[in-house]
């Protein structure tokens, strides 16, 4: 295994066992793009294609990914982006940046809290409607 500057796109249905070195192999049913670590480790990379984790966009026959692929948790610690099939290879990434993006991820893929109700101040029309009602039904009770 050695370490690949460029990844040709593959489309497939099912993803094979074993992934070969300059391989991005794209599942579009399984929404997934997964290849070998770029750096050559021997690590496999999943980038699931969802909208809060990647995007994929295709140029004619070239992939790009979005947000870069950042392998922290691999002995490599590699961060690149793969742009139109090209590996553009990005510094290292201090653990506190680290955390603070995982941070960022989270709160971006939390579902959204509803908001409490609106409590609509009454307009002096219905408090003057509901006055007289009960001031009619009074008169007429009695």
């Given amino acids: 295994m050695s370490r690949v500057d460029r990844l040709r796109t593959v489309f497939v249905a099912d993803i094979p066992e074993k992934l070969e070195d300059g391989i991005l192999y794209v599942?579009?049913?399984?929404h997934v793009a997964l290849h070998n670590c770029a750096c050559g480790?021997?690590?496999?990379?999943?980038t699931?294609?969802?909208?809060?984790?990647?995007?994929?966009?295709?140029t004619g026959d070239d992939a790009s990914?979005?947000?870069s692929i950042g392998n922290h948790?691999?002995?490599?610690?590699?961060?690149?982006i793969i742009d139109h099939?090209?590996?553009?290879?990005?510094g290292r990434m201090s653990r506190a940046a680290?955390?603070?993006?995982?941070?960022?991820?989270?709160l971006l893929k939390r579902p959204p809290v509803e908001p409490p109700p609106v409590r609509r101040r009454r307009r002096f029309i219905g408090h003057l409607a509901d006055w007289?009602?009960?001031t009619f039904r009074r008169i007429i009770g009695r």
């Fill in 85 to 90: 099939g090209r590996i553009e290879w990005s």
């Fill in 73 to 80: 948790d691999f002995g490599c610690r590699s961060h690149y």
């Fill in 27 to 30: 599942s579009r049913e399984s």
């Fill in 41 to 46: 480790c021997g690590e496999e990379v999943s």
């Fill in 132 to 134: 007289l009602a009960a």
């Fill in 65 to 67: 990914i979005w947000p």
């Fill in 48 to 58: 699931p294609l969802v909208p809060t984790e990647y995007a994929l966009t295709m």
């Fill in 98 to 106: 680290i955390e603070a993006g995982r941070q960022k991820d989270r």
